[in-house]
Structure formats: C-alpha cells, structure tokens
C-alpha cells in the first residue's frame, strides 16, 4: 500500500526542479525572495519540497534550511506571530549557523511576544495581558492571588511594554513595530556565522482557511522578507487567490488576486500536470516500489533517468523494466518474486493507457487508483479464491476512475446477464467496428470510455461480472468516490448548485457552463447520483435536464423510480420546462407515471396545458 506522504524517492522525476530552485537559493543577490511553488493538491509539492531541503543540507555554502508547515498554525489565533515564533525557535535550535546571535534571537523572540500581547492587550484590556504574563488563562481577579511583588512587576512591564511599543494615539505605531522586527531580524541573519542566505519552506498553506493564508503570507511579506532571506511557498494558487477574494472582495467584477500575488511572490514555478504516459510510468514505478528493497529501488528510479526512458514519447515498457532490474541485480522484498512484480505491472500495462487520462496528472490519485486495486484484490481472494481475473477487475476499476455513471450502467445491464449483457455486447460491437456514435448510449461516446472499451481484456459482455460489481458495491450506493477526484473548485460548484436559493439556478448553471466539458460533466453526474437518493430539488434537475440533454434519458429514469409522494402540485412548472425542451419524451414518463398510479390524469393534462398556453 502507499501512503499520502511525501516521497524521498524522486518517481517523479522532478530533480531538475529542484536542483533549478535550489541555484536561486545560492544567489545572495537575488534576496529576499519570495518563490512561489505552484500546484494543485497531490502533484507532489511536499515531495519536491523535501528534495530541495535535502540538496541545500548536503551541500556546505552558507546556506541554511528551515522547514515550516503553515497548517500546523491553523489553531493559532494569530497566524502571523505563530509562523513568526516557529521560526525563530527553528533558527535558535540550529547551533551551528546562530549560537553566537542567541541573544539576537532571545530579543526577537521578546518582541514577537510582545507583539502577541499587544493584539490581546488592545483587543481585550489590560485583565487578559495581566492574566497572560502570569501564564494563568484565569481572570485577572483570580491571578491577583499571586503576591503583590508579582503584580507589581507584572503591571510595570505592561506599563512600559505599551509606551515603548503601543501608543494608540500614535496612527505609525504599529508599522514602527514592524520596522523594528525587519531591522533586527536582518541584522540576526547578518552577524550569523557562515551564514550567506536562510531559505524557508512553508508547506500545506492551501489546507489553512483564507484568513490564515492571508496571514501567512503578510507575515512573510511584511516581517520575514529581508536580505538573506530566501521563501518558498507551496501552494495550489487557485487557493491564494480565493483566499484573497475572499478577504479582499471588490464591489465591482474585478478582482485584487493577481496583484496581491505579484506583490507577495516574485518568481513563481508552475509544477507540469503529468502526462497520461508520465501516470502510467509513475503506476508501474509504484508497483515496482511495492516489490523491490529500497536500494534496489533508488538504483532502478537512478538508471531510468539517466537512460532518459521516461524522456520518450511512450511509456516504459514491462521489457524495459525487467531488463533494468536485471543488469542491475535487483533484490526484492520478502515474499515478493519477480513474476509477481511483472504480472502486476502486465495489468497496468494493459488498462493504463485508457486509466491513466482519468487520473488527472496527480501523483495522488494514481496512488489511490492502486491502494483501491490492491484492497480489491485482496479481498477477492478472500471472498472468492482465485475465480477472479485481477485484469477485469483492474479494468473495471478503471471505469469508476473514468466515469463512474457508466460504472453504475453497466453495473445494471449486467443484472440481465443471460450468457451475455445484452445492452453492453451492442456497445463493444458498435466500438469494436469503429463507428463514430454510440447514438443511443450518448455516454459511451466519449474518447476516453471508447478507449476503455478498446482496452484489454476485451469482450466483458461475455462474463457476468456480478462478484466483480460486489467487490466495488460501496461505489455503486454512493458519491464519495466521485467527489473525491473533484478540484477544489468543482467541490465548491457542485455544493453551490445544490444549496442555492430560489432565483439562483440559472446564474449557477451559467458558472457550471463556463468549466471545461470534463469538470461540467462530473458535477451534472453527481447532482443526479443525489437527485436519485433524494438529497436535490427538482428545480435544480429541470436545469441539469434543459441543459445537457445527453443525462435526459438517465433523469427520466430516476423520476419513474421516485414515489408516489414525490408528484405533489410544486412539480408543474418544472415538468412544464421540461417538456418544453423534449416534449415527446416527458409525454412518454407522463403517460408511465399515470400508469403507475403516480401521477393524476388532471395533473397531467394541467403540465400538457400550461405548456401549451406559455
């Protein structure tokens, strides 16, 4: 299994990367700089970034590292003085570099808390400071049982900390405070020893809430940038710019982001979205990571690069990896075999290409694509011995990933297995032959479920597939899975279309437009996987219904299955809209629904009518 953690293995290939940031950190004359690292969730920021800690120690030039996660700050309630502390307590613990400016940094650290007592001594008076420097959380009333000597010293150090630092009548107090900090934090770095630049990685900031990243960054911007001083920030910068948006909305329709990232970052590195054949390579390294010791492993990923396989327009072969393993002597973990590691890279092999498209180019959702096969894998072997083909199954895993409504479909085509799935044998015939529709399965037309279809193992409809579907059945009664491949954006999309107010619908749907097909596909599916268990309105799914008529036949199919409470009067104008966008089609579920006893001869003809009239 592989866990959600940052590798210090670079599978990724992204050495060059780092060995590219790591030559801007050597450069004193670029600081302060602030590097913004770019990439959306599971791309493998955290793994780079330990890449680069680990080239600045191993070298010996001055220049010093120090790694910081912004999450950790999250419970903090000032973020600013938060990143600040750690910092320094960081710096203070590294004797080699800062022993000789302890004192320095005894000082900053004062003026940090000084700080933090202040926004508390403003925000909430002088019985919360008093109670705060006694190190007590009780009101003052309380903390006064200290004896009066105590007291005393407490009150004159709260006297002259707020006439050396506070003055609230002086409107630049508060930037004099930060000018202090920046001049004598330069000054720390530059009376250190050997010390030519301080780099600082700031990890996870995109998992903090806006107001926290905000901070992060003005504490950054405002207190930390000074010479020596090199940051890099990890980061999705679609979350930096909401986050911005959100703390700094603008009553017209621009908006500030892209100049507050500017400001803040001066050289920003986009990390690629991987390729399809870059997936498929990174699934078949795991797998071999999965078998090999981790020397073994470390001169294989070593030899790969320096043969520049995964330069080439194909993906690494099964035969190339075997060869590697084989001049290279590879020893493997125990229990595992060399036939283990190429029957499971073979299965990749075969899916990979019609898989690896669906993965979105994010490291994580490869390892999550595995992790998945490898627990089905051995549960079959629990429930079923060896029946199962691990091939089929990897495939039909693969479906989940691609589509996960088509998934669902052939899941209930195979309920009617006679010796074949009837509906599924016409689809792979009509793929098979290369005809350029699936006219009436319009999901099936898509470029990445025809390559699905094409890959091996072929000819699914001759297996009842059932003990697959059972091993996969939690997919099969809820949307977690395809929620979990959403963008951050698509999650927060979907949610806004589901919770909005009436007179909503139609600017979210103009929002929903605007997305590439592939996100606006995803988010329609989910919406009526919920509209079938019941979790949205009807005046949500009458958009979904004039406006992506190819899910039409699938709506029609959950509103034959609703029950005979949910046809109340609120339906008509819904039905109404959508007969005017397929009559013929609502005339066909109004008949059936009529049939069924669900709906009234007199509500019908009342939606036929209105249409009518409109």
């Excluded at 194909?314 to 060869?323: A, E, P």
Aim: hydrophobic residues 40%; contains cysteine; charged residues 30%.
């Amino acid at each position: 299994m592989w866990l959600d953690n940052a590798s210090n293995i670079d599978m990724l290939f992204y050495s060059p990367y780092a060995s590219t940031i790591v030559n801007f950190t050597n450069n004193e004359e670029l600081t302060p700089l602030t590097i913004g690292l770019y990439g959306s969730w599971g791309a493998g920021k955290s793994s780079l970034l330990q890449m680069i800690q680990k080239e600045i120690e191993s070298s010996d030039d001055g220049v010093v590292c120090v790694s910081l996660n912004a999450w950790q700050f999250e419970g903090y309630e000032d973020a600013k003085v938060a990143l600040m502390e750690s910092l320094l307590k960081s710096i203070e613990e590294n004797k080699t570099h800062f022993e000789k400016v302890g004192d320095k940094i005894k000082k900053l650290i004062k003026r940090v808390n000084f700080l933090k007592l202040g926004k508390d001594l403003v925000s909430k008076g002088l019985p919360y400071a008093v109670s705060a420097l006694t190190g007590n959380p009780i009101p003052v009333a309380i903390s006064l049982s200290s004896s009066l000597a105590d007291v005393e010293q407490i009150s004159s150090n709260i006297q002259g900390f707020k006439e050396k630092y506070l003055k609230p009548e002086d409107s630049e107090d508060h930037s004099d405070n930060i000018r202090k900090f920046r001049v004598e934090f330069e000054d720390m770095l530059r009376d250190a020893d050997n010390v030519t630049n301080l780099v600082v990685i700031v990890d996870d900031l995109d998992r903090c809430t806006p107001e926290r990243i905000i901070d992060t960054l003005e504490a950054i911007k405002l207190f930390l940038s000074v010479k020596k001083t090199t940051f890099i920030v990890a980061v999705d910068e679609r979350i930096i710019k909401y986050a911005v948006d959100i703390k700094y909305p603008r009553s017209d329709s621009t908006t500030l982001s892209d100049d507050y990232i500017e400001k803040i970052i001066q050289l920003p590195i986009k990390i690629p979205e991987l390729s399809p054949k870059d997936i498929e390579n990174y699934l078949k390294l795991l797998i071999c990571q999965l078998h090999m010791n981790t020397a073994s492993f470390e001169k294989t990923i070593y030899s790969i690069y320096e043969s520049g396989k995964m330069l080439e327009d194909k993906s690494i072969g099964l035969s190339d990896i075997v060869s590697f393993a084989s001049d290279l002597s590879v020893e493997y973990k125990h229990g595992k075999t060399l036939e283990m590691m190429k029957n499971e890279i073979g299965i990749i092999e075969k899916i990979g290409g019609a898989v690896s498209p669906s993965l979105k180019g994010n490291p994580r959702q490869a390892k999550r694509f595995l992790n998945t096969f490898f627990v089905r894998k051995n549960l079959a072997s629990l429930y079923f011995k060896d029946e199962l083909d691990l091939a089929v199954m990897a495939k039909l895993l693969a479906l989940e990933f691609i589509d996960i409504e088509a998934f669902r479909e052939l899941y209930t085509w195979n309920k009617a297995f006679d010796g074949r799935i009837p509906v599924f044998d016409d689809i792979e015939k009509i793929i098979y032959e290369g005809e350029k529709e699936v006219s009436e399965w319009m999901r099936w037309d898509k470029p990445r479920i025809r390559a699905w279809v094409n890959s091996e193992p072929k000819n699914l409809h001759k297996m009842d597939l059932s003990k697959y579907f059972y091993l996969s059945r939690e997919a099969l009664v809820s949307s977690d899975n395809l929620v979990a491949t959403f963008t951050e954006n698509e999650r927060k999309l979907l949610s806004s279309i589901k919770n909005c107010i009436q007179g909503q619908e139609d600017t979210r749907f103009k929002e929903l437009s605007d997305l590439q097909s592939e996100s606006q596909s995803k988010i329609v599916d989910a919406l009526l996987l919920q509209f079938e268990n019941d979790e949205l309105e009807l005046r949500v799914v009458r958009r979904i219904f004039t406006n992506y008529p190819h899910v039409q036949a699938k709506i029609v199919e959950i509103l034959k299955g609703k029950k005979k409470e949910f046809y109340s009067m609120g339906i008509i104008p819904h039905f109404t809209a959508m007969h005017k966008s397929n009559d013929s089609m609502i005339e066909q579920l109004l008949n059936a629904l009529v049939l069924a006893k669900k709906l009234t001869n007199e509500m019908k003809t009342q939606i036929l009518q209105v249409h009518r009239k409109v």
